[in-house]
């Protein structure tokens, strides 16, 4: 390991000397601890008792080889303090863990999977002129395994699962959850005590391998949630690991985040070394296609604060360890939640930007979903807020996310948010993601979304599949699947996604009435999408510069999805004088294909 490197942050490969490293003849154990008074190596290989790890590097590193350790003993590291006393530790480094609530690291063979993915690495993009359709989920509450106690079924259970689900209903890629081993199952993997061990409740990293290789073999895209904020406060775990602040800020007025776990001091090179190496070891050990960076806004500015500045060593961190990952690994992307406006997140305008792909577009999202939630009477008040997201898009890249944050915590559902009776609510959340699809960005959708779910999310509960036997909640699923058809078959919406040339207002001021319309555009490739958010029908008057002959490729209001409008899919409509009249229902969607 370059030491100069690990000190000034600047290495992705501080695992490769750190952690446990097996082979078959021996087992050799490293770790960072400068500060504790001596270590010993305790595991099931020497009963639990303690062996003395040997100081090595200037005394900051402790090592110790132990011959024939088998893969999936466990160990603890323990580190003993100037005062006498010690904490067991796991490895910080560690590749695998124990299940909750116990801690210990495995042994683990980091290289006995051999992927047969090489194709697709060699071809991935980054998808800014493809279409990117993210289906956001959380492993363990997708679908419960009656034949597991705590309901889950294991990454080698899901790959014969989920990934047809993903690849039958149009998503290109899937974005999981954190799956970094966590103590708390309603942390959802945010508050993280084994930053590179997948967790144990899905099963070993092998498996998760041949779920991302099986994921790559049908054409489906993989995004790990990473979590390089903050970390959980178990004692085991990173918390005063050689009993001083390692990974920590000392000062509590900095040091705690706003949910209660330690915040990473960004400014030591040890941690970033730390952190840029665990986002290369999920890249290039496990083949993830990308990583989304979670609460970015609290590495910009302090405590996510931004009366108390930005944190310029933490911008920097972000910055290099973007840049060396994009370097390494072709075709990669770099998704960030951020909700500030700091500039140049994305690498849209400037080589010194933070170095991401795309940037959640979360004004977009709460300016929408606010639309949408308040009367149909006020919406010529808000009308605007549905054209904002226009005025500024262009400074980004920006991905169009409606994620499990928007369904939980007493907000309500997608489909509940919805101003109206239960009908009303299906149809306005159709027209919604309609709007959602054809507006310029990526897409990112949260699993049970798709089904009309009425239920908040609950990470000890699946997803209500048995509401697919009712009529709405059928209809609503089908017209999402011909939904995600559209998008991913249609050029037009999403090859020139940032692009100005890709999207065009053809009305944005009928406050009164409101409704909208405006075409995406690629080449000869022409989608018109006009809206109708009132609760009143209208005949509405569309003009054309020329003449043009339009086909309908999606209606909300058809009767297929529960309605009784006048549009059905294939449908064939000319302007006449450069003009077509319009029947618009009360909240409803229309695209069509215009032929030139």
Known sequence: MDLYGFYTGKILDAYEYLGCHYTKAETTFRTFA???SHISLTGDFNNWGETPMN?????????????NVAPGSMYKYRIYKSDGSYVDHCDPYGFQMELRPNFASMVTDLYSFEFTDKKWINSRTNCKDKPLNIYEVHLGSWKNNTNNENGWYSYSELKDLLIPYVKEHNYTHIEMLPISEHPCDNSWGYQCTGFYSPTKRYGTPDELKDFINECHLNGIGVILDFVPVHFAVDAYALAEYDGTCIYEYPNADVGYSEWGSKNFMHSRGEVQSFLSSCANYWIKEFHFDGLRIDALSNIIYWHGDKNRGVNNNAVDFIKHMNRELK??????????EDSTAFPNVTDRFSDNS?????????GWMNDTLDYFKNSPDNRSNMYHKLTFSMMYYYGENFLLPLSHDEVVHMKGTIVQKMCGDLHEKFTQAMALYMYMYAHPG??????????????????????????????????FANFMDALNKIYVTEPAFFTFDHNECGFNWIDCHQEERCIYAFERTCDNNKIIAVFNFSKYAHDYDL????????????????ETYGGHGIYKKGQKLSTNY?????????????FFKGIL
Not at 543 to 558: A, H, Q, R
Request: one cysteine or more; hydrophobic letters at 35%; aromatic letters at 12%.
């Open 327 to 336: 370097n390494t690994h072709k075709g990669i992307m770099l998704i960030a």
């Open 578 to 590: 450069n003009k077509i009249t319009l029947h618009l229902e009360p909240f409803s969607g229309l």
């Open 543 to 558: 003009y054309f510069n020329n003449n043009i002959d339009l086909e309908v490729l999606l209606s909300n209001s058809e």
């Open 354 to 362: 933070l170095g991401f792909d795309y940037k959640w577009d979360m």
């Open 55 to 67: 100081r090595v590097q200037n005394g900051a590193f402790y090592e110790c080889i132990i011959p």
């Open 442 to 475: 990526k897409k990112l959708n949260f699993m049970g979304n798709e089904i009309g779910q009425l239920r908040e999310w609950d990470e000890r509960r699946e997803q209500d599949w048995h509401i697919l036997e009712t009529p709405e909640h059928k209809n």
């Open 34 to 36: 400068p500060s504790a």
